[in-house]
């Protein structure tokens, strides 16, 4: 999800702050105590310690109550902890005392957002850019918020003003790759999906290899190749369906990936050599010649991928568990067994468009003959007594299947399921990756809705939900589709696969 950025001012001073406090009545020194409190609530703001940021800011405008960065800044670090009618008095404070603050005007227009109050927040961007016509954070936050309106024309406009103004800006260059992978521009978006690894986040992931990282152009015959994962587990699952491209083209190939993955992967891949990630030994490895972080993978084989016909699996789940987890299916009762997965357990403001809540699933438990499978990791138990006291439908729920750390059950009993409705996390791609009919629900302005997120494999069935479309309406599709489901197992109309639908 793109970003909307807030921005605030810092002061070069090198003394330790607590001593550089002066007790003074004098106005300069005032000016200074504030401007020091200032840059201490920036740091804290930094860490993340939002609290303690807001308590020296409220020093510093103790010394200087007209230190309007102070207010703004203050602004800021109330809109992180959620509390945003206190964050937009603090904003408009800042203004009051300097009409023309063009950051303080940027960072409302964050707070407006976090509201739902797009057109007030588009015109609060659009206000500090008159101000300050090459402020290319408003630029980017207008590209963000055009995007999330499904504006993506006009988002993509404001994404190539915000670059054109700050090229070497790793942040703007990220979000505007989203952009362009949802407007269909994949090479252009895969290529600028590189600028990652230059942003705060990705460079705490990057790893060191005295190796080169493979630029997909280098003969890999007699040669050895690592991949490896660099975000969650649902990103390793859908972009190991290229691992053996890769592997047919290397003499040897490594996947390391997150250690609860290996046994799932190292049956689906049994020409790769899987093994959990170990970074302490990066620098003096030798038993590879190339490598390349997973989220890399599709720029080399993009033709394999939209041309040529998608796999109906490739995800090889335990079979004996599979017969285990049919089994204990068959004794809930007979049915269409149908497994079910609507929020992530990130639910930030950010995110929120992705998923759904379990109300808004109701017309898929209206589908007949169906028994329903909880497919959620945590914080389902009130989501299942709700649905049940809403609609009479139980969900049914193993408790001895551990969703969050055995992902080699999942996968089988994901397997063992008829079919999967799912919003966009790791669980579709386990069920598609096994072959299991999977209904992927996703929020279209969505930034992984696009072929670099989206499961790579024909047994997804991809609906669509603009942004101020309800979820409902989606999943009512949904139910008529699953209604022609047939009493074979996993039998599907075959010009239904890998069929994208709108609504």
Request: proline share 4%; charged share 25%.
């Amino acid at each position: 999800m793109g970003t909307i950025y807030n921005k605030f001012e810092t002061f070069p001073q090198d003394a330790h702050i607590e001593k550089g406090i002066i007790a003074s009545n004098n106005s300069s020194t005032n000016i200074l105590n504030a401007a020091l409190y200032i840059e201490k609530g920036n740091n804290f703001y930094l860490q993340g310690s939002y609290y303690c940021a807001i308590e020296a800011y409220k020093k510093a405008v103790i010394f200087n109550p007209n230190a309007s960065q102070a207010y703004t800044n203050m602004g800021n670090a109330f809109c992180e902890i959620g509390n945003l009618n206190t964050a937009i008095e603090f904003h408009n404070k800042a203004i009051s005392l300097k009409p023309d603050y063009a950051i303080a005007y940027n960072s409302l227009g964050n707070v407006f957002y976090k509201q739902g109050k797009f057109k007030d927040a588009i015109d609060a961007c659009k206000k500090s850019i008159s101000i300050k016509p090459d402020f290319a954070q408003a630029y980017n936050n207008i590209g963000n918020i055009q995007k999330y309106l499904g504006k993506i024309d006009i988002s993509i406009k404001a994404f190539e003003k915000s670059v054109s103004l700050q090229p070497s800006n790793s942040l703007f260059q990220l979000d505007y790759s989203f952009a362009l992978l949802n407007k269909g521009f994949i090479k252009e978006g895969l290529d600028k999906y590189e600028w990652r690894w230059r942003t705060p986040k990705f460079l705490n992931q990057k790893r060191n290899f005295l190796q080169p990282k493979w630029d997909g152009k280098k003969s890999l015959n007699d040669k050895k190749i690592l991949i490896w994962s660099e975000q969650g587990i649902g990103d390793t699952i859908k972009w190991s369906s290229v691992l053996p491209l890769v592997s047919s083209m290397a003499e040897f190939c490594i996947l390391e990936c997150q250690e609860k993955l290996v046994p799932l992967l190292k049956r689906s891949f049994p020409n790769i050599h899987v093994r959990a990630v170990d970074i302490s030994n990066d620098l003096k490895r030798t038993d590879f010649d190339f490598q390349l972080p997973m989220g890399s993978l599709y720029r080399f084989f993009l033709d394999d991928i939209t041309k040529k016909p998608k796999p109906n699996f490739y995800l090889k789940a335990d079979p004996d568990r599979i017969s285990f987890w049919r089994d204990r299916l068959n004794s809930v009762g007979k049915g269409k067994y149908i497994g079910v997965n609507w929020k992530s357990a990130n639910m930030e403001f950010s995110r929120q468009q992705n998923y759904a809540s379990i109300s808004e699933l109701s017309p898929v438990f209206s589908v007949p003959n169906a028994i329903f499978f909880n497919l959620q990791y945590k914080d389902f138990e009130d989501d299942l007594r709700k649905i049940y006291k809403q609609t009479g439908i139980k969900i049914h729920n193993f408790d001895d299947l551990d969703h969050y750390n055995n992902i080699d059950d999942v996968a089988a009993f994901c397997a063992a399921l008829d079919v999967v409705v799912s919003t966009n996390n790791a669980v579709p791609y386990i069920s598609s990756g096994v072959g299991t009919v999977t209904k992927l629900v996703n929020w279209k302005q969505s930034p992984w809705n696009n072929i670099l997120h989206n499961p790579n494999v024909s047994t997804v069935n991809i609906f669509e939900r603009d942004t101020d479309v309800s979820w409902q309406s989606v999943f009512n599709l949904i139910s008529m589709d699953l209604s022609k489901l047939t009493k074979n197992r996993k039998f599907y109309e075959s010009n239904n696969k890998n069929k994208t639908i709108k609504y």
